[in-house]
T-cell receptor, first 113, second 113 residues
Framework: DTAVSQTPKYLVTQMGNDKSIKCEQNLGHDTMYWYKQDSKKFLKIMFSYNNKELIINETVPNRFSPKSPDKAHLNLHINSLELGDSAVYFC????????????FGPGTRLTVL | DQQVKQNSPSLSVQEGRISILNCDYTNSMFDYFLWYKKYPAEGPTFLISISSIKDKNEDGRFTVFLNKSAKHLSLHIVPSQPGDSAVYFCAASARGSQGNLIFGKGTKLSVKP
């Protein structure tokens, strides 16, 4: 009965590879987000989708491409992985894109070697 | 440029006493503030929030105070329990930002039995 789930929980890969992280929410929320927590522990928003439409796209390299096949899923695809991409990535969802409480997934720790 | 600052990286409190976690912000457009709690290897979980039209919000042992003139908010936990030991993140959003939460760096609270 997990509200926001992410797979995989850990991901170790080589530089230059392409990888995807999946996120699913069963809360019936309209809005989903991707956050990155870097080595300095800052949690920063990367993308936000509302009803499958991109509404927030912070300054993120275009190697990162979010994909929302439906309202309950927001996947993150990363091309040509770099060392600096190593971080914990959190997916989140909220009832609507008006601010307020967001529900977070457990995170995916990505390590690029 | 940090818009949300948590200047204390850590705080240690005795069980049963009050824990006070502080947060400062610089953006006067912020109108909604949230506190999240995070255990290791888990995603942040929502704790309590406050709108800028209020100066206090209480939920059980947790109270958030907002001082708009000082651009300061604080989270009070009374009485503190060992299970409260976690990292606490302050977050803020601005009207019209479409749910973009700006997070502080977090304060690690340790409650000692």
């Amino acid at each position: 009965d997990t509200a926001v789930s992410q797979t995989p929980k850990y991901l170790v890969t080589q530089m230059g590879n392409d990888k995807s992280i999946k996120c699913e929410q069963n809360l019936g929320h309209d809005t989903m987000y991707w956050y990155k927590q870097d080595s300095k522990k800052f949690l920063k928003i990367m993308f936000s989708y509302n009803n499958k439409e991109l509404i927030i796209n912070e300054t993120v390299p275009n190697r990162f491409s979010p994909k929302s096949p439906d309202k309950a899923h927001l996947n993150l695809h990363i091309n040509s992985l770099e060392l600096g991409d190593s971080a914990v990535y959190f997916c989140a969802s909220s009832p609507r894109a008006l601010g307020g409480e967001q529900f977070f997934g457990p995170g995916t720790r990505l390590t690029v070697l | 440029d940090q818009q949300v600052k948590q200047n204390s990286p850590s705080l240690s409190v005795q069980e049963g006493r009050i824990s006070i976690l502080n947060c400062d912000y610089t953006n006067s457009m912020f109108d909604y503030f949230l506190w999240y709690k995070k255990y290791p290897a888990e995603g942040p979980t929502f704790l309590i929030s406050i709108s800028s039209i209020k100066d206090k919000n209480e939920d059980g042992r947790f109270t958030v105070f907002l001082n708009k003139s000082a651009k300061h908010l604080s989270l009070h936990i009374v009485p503190s329990q060992p299970g409260d030991s976690a990292v606490y993140f302050c977050a803020a959003s601005a009207r019209g930002s479409q749910g973009n939460l700006i997070f502080g760096k977090g304060t690690k609270l340790s409650v000692k039995p």
